[in-house]
């Protein structure tokens, strides 16, 4: 007869989620003194050596660390570097509808990023061998077990800004075995930080509300080359961004209402060509969500993004905010847009799915500023106001909570900054 795990004897003691809640503040405790012993060392080596931070990244489509890079690349105290790998289903042979390796690498080359691979004949490279002092995720799914926060805590300060503005009542969006495991979990809002600490006392032990690093690119002017990004720039100018959440009974999210309105929002394209002009801006997991759904063939979803390129243009690029600046209108049913449009100022017709995951406090505050339409009927309607009558009777309201969302003063990636400037010892300039 076999020896009984002594942890299962526990569990049948004390239950379950009694037992894991137990060892996640276990674990996150011998972290935090590691984290301690790297933040002794990294005061002494500040005085002379630049501090590395790595950005690990597997999808340029959801790159958020523009400013922060910027930031680090800007002062002489850091060494920035982003470090490419792919998503752990392409790494399987699962997922053939990324971006390449090489098309990652080139995607941060080309706009002035350090840049290096971290992925070789088929392996993930060691965290180790960047020498990272400080290292950001650019999410938390589909990651190799190579950057596990236990694995990285032994020798890097360990980092997180949500690549999305979590708007969603989504409990998962705090997981013990990765967030309470960082150094800093930095938030975008207090009330997301209280949401978290009401799932478990201790959860924002390592939170620092700083804002939405993204949201740094409305500091600066719409692009002089903006009219690029639009057929007919001279048009009015839709953006129509579907979210990747099908439903397949798998996504607990299910904001997506592409089964539904895909064909709408292409025909009513067609149909108002002599007036608009437009952006098909997928979100770059639809198309295997779609296939993997059962939704459309392969075939079937390249001609529908070959229908949007003859119409308008598709765009499946991360640094989307040029389009977002110069449009006029988005029509999405993805959360984070909610909040990520909202300093355009321009309206935002959301699309929803009855069986979606319900929002939050916060996302419930974004949504009051926008066009909520439930089916077809409505969809064209709140179109019609917008495009054809220019009746915005939203705008005071999104320009006032817009007010709150971004601070005038500093941007996020100045926050976050001054923030590991401090838990460095490093004077401010």
């Not at 941060?108 to 392996?123: A, L, M, N």
């Not at 394209?269 to 459309?296: C, N, S, Y």
Request: glycine share 4%.
């Amino acid at each position: 007869m076999g020896l009984i795990h002594p942890k299962r004897i526990l569990r049948k003691l004390f239950g379950k989620d009694r037992v894991e809640r137990v060892s996640q503040s276990i674990s996150a405790w011998r972290i935090a003194r590691k984290h301690s012993s790297t933040v002794r060392r990294l005061r002494k080596k500040v005085d002379h050596s630049p501090i590395r931070v790595v950005f690990y990244t597997n999808e340029p489509q959801k790159w958020s660390y523009e400013s922060l890079y910027r930031a680090f690349e800007s002062n002489p105290r850091f060494e920035p570097l982003v470090v490419v790998v792919p998503r752990y289903a392409v790494h399987l042979g699962k997922d053939r509808t990324r971006m390449t390796l090489e098309q990652q690498y080139d995607f941060y080359r080309q706009r002035g990023y350090r840049v290096e691979y971290g992925y070789k004949d088929g392996r993930y490279l060691e965290i180790a061998s960047f020498q990272p002092d400080i290292f950001f995720y650019l999410q938390l799914a589909e990651i190799p077990g190579v950057d596990d926060p236990a694995i990285v805590s032994k020798y890097a300060l360990t980092c997180y800004c949500p690549y999305a503005f979590p708007l969603a009542d989504y409990r998962k969006e705090y997981l013990p075995q990765f967030h309470r495991l960082l150094f800093r979990y930095y938030l975008v809002h207090e009330w997301t930080r209280e949401r978290f600490e009401g799932y478990a006392k201790g959860n924002s032990r390592n939170c620092v509300v700083v804002g939405y690093p993204k949201l740094d690119v409305y500091f600066k002017d719409i692009p002089e080359d903006a009219d690029k990004y639009w057929k007919e720039p001279s048009k009015v100018r839709i953006i129509y961004a579907p979210h990747h959440s099908v439903g397949d009974g798998r996504d607990i999210f299910r904001f997506s209402t592409f089964p539904d309105n895909h064909q709408v929002l292409l025909d009513l394209a067609k149909e108002t060509r002599d007036r608009t002009t437009w952006i098909f801006k997928p979100h770059p997991m639809l198309r295997q969500a779609v296939i993997h759904a059962g939704i459309m063939t392969e075939e079937e979803l390249d001609a529908y993004f070959r229908a949007w390129s003859e119409v308008g243009q598709v765009y499946d690029q991360g640094d989307y905010f040029g389009i977002f600046k110069s449009s006029d209108l988005m029509i999405t049913d993805c959360a984070s847009f909610l909040a990520e449009y909202l300093p355009s100022g321009h309206p935002l017709i959301r699309l929803i799915n009855p069986g979606s995951c319900p929002l939050d406090r916060l996302g419930n505050c974004f949504a009051d500023c926008y066009y909520n339409v439930h089916n077809e009927e409505e969809l064209k309607q709140v179109f019609e106001e917008l495009v054809v009558l220019g009746n915005d009777s939203m705008a005071t309201n999104r320009k006032e909570l817009a007010r709150t969302l971004i601070d005038p003063r500093q941007t996020a990636a100045d926050k976050v900054l001054r923030d590991l400037q401090e838990a460095l010892g490093i004077r401010h300039a």
